[in-house]
């Protein structure tokens, strides 16, 4: 049995009592005071978090819309396969892209804003990093998502908003409508030709695959893509679409300390390997790194409404919850 078999039949044994969770009813809805925008794009912030509409390439009829950092989402009329992510509306605590925002947020003349937003955190002494996120998407046939936790790192704790992409990106999928393309789904595919592991971190079970070429682009030279995908997976049941929870707490700090050991193992004892077959021996998060910015949002491809009815980022000393 090939590798990427066996850690495909492992998952499946970790999780086969485990069923995909049908969307949760939101308790969060878009009011006449809410903030809208259907700008491809455009940031309202709340406290610190910014929600952003990032409709970076044209989703048919976006428009983004928050009320608070616990209750936002997006309405698309995007019904037809684009053949690819045609937006990623998200929140985000920490460092961003957009230059006029960084220079709204910071200190006139810096790039502070992801120090004042409680982030950037040396890896070395990060103590905690936790996201709950619970949120209603469709899973009506044909629909094409990612619920996406964006994790950004930096080799400073106060980048510029041109140090695009990261050092390292860390890929967290708490949850995705895949794409049936035959005997297995779109990311099946992905995910067994990449050299894929199996891993429990934080109480949750992921499929990883590490540096996918297809993924390079989105780390700098040096650095890394790391992509994981929340239990359950299409791995544990015949056409299974819906992958993962749309209610979770992820324990981002748990994930950063495993891939910053040396010679990593997987939940069956085995070594992590690149996706090209070649053995992962050297901490995967390296210690001059920084957490710069913990994004979540859908990369939408196919759907026309998602809503987060509760959202949250814990870092350090501070409390879970809001």
């Not at 046939?141 to 106060?158: C, E, K, N, Q």
């Not at 109480?203 to 994981?228: C, I, K, M, S």
Request: charged residues 15%.
């Amino acid at each position: 049995m090939e590798r990427g078999q066996s850690a495909l039949l492992l998952f499946a044994l970790l999780t086969a009592n485990v069923l995909t969770a049908a969307p949760l009813p939101s308790t969060c809805v878009r009011t006449q005071s809410s903030w809208s925008t259907t700008r491809e794009y455009e940031s309202k912030r709340f406290g610190n978090y910014l929600i952003t509409s990032d409709n970076f390439n044209r989703t048919p009829g976006q428009i983004t819309w928050a009320s608070s950092e616990l209750c936002w989402g997006a309405i698309t009329n995007s019904t037809k396969e684009l053949g690819g992510v045609g937006s990623y509306p998200h929140i985000v605590r920490g460092w961003v892209n957009s230059a006029g925002d960084m220079r709204a947020l910071s200190s006139p003349g810096t790039a502070d804003w992801t120090r004042r937003s409680g982030m950037g955190i040396s890896v070395q002494s990060l103590s905690k990093a936790r996201v709950h996120w619970k949120f209603a998407a469709p899973v009506t046939p044909g629909s094409r998502w990612m619920a996406l936790i964006d994790v950004y790192f930096h080799t400073t704790p106060t980048p510029d908003a041109a140090e695009f992409p990261p050092g390292t990106d860390l890929m967290i999928d708490q949850s995705l409508m895949d794409q049936d393309i035959g005997e297995q789904t779109f990311y099946e595919a992905v995910a067994s030709r990449s050299h894929p592991f199996v891993v429990t971190l934080g109480g949750l079970a992921y499929l990883g695959y590490v540096d996918q070429a297809g993924e390079n682009a989105f780390h700098r030279p040096g650095g890394h893509t790391l992509h994981l995908f929340q239990a359950p997976t299409a791995y544990t049941r015949d056409a299974a679409l819906n992958w993962g929870g749309t209610s979770a707490t992820t324990d981002v700090a748990a994930i950063i300390r495993y891939f910053m050991q040396p010679n990593a193992r997987d939940s069956a004892g085995q070594p992590l390997h690149f996706a090209d077959g070649t053995i992962v021996s050297a901490p995967l998060i390296t210690p001059n790194l920084f957490l710069t910015a913990i994004n979540a949002g859908w990369e939408v491809d196919v759907g026309t409404e998602f809503s987060t009815s509760d959202f949250w980022v814990a870092v350090q000393d501070e409390p879970d919850g809001r």
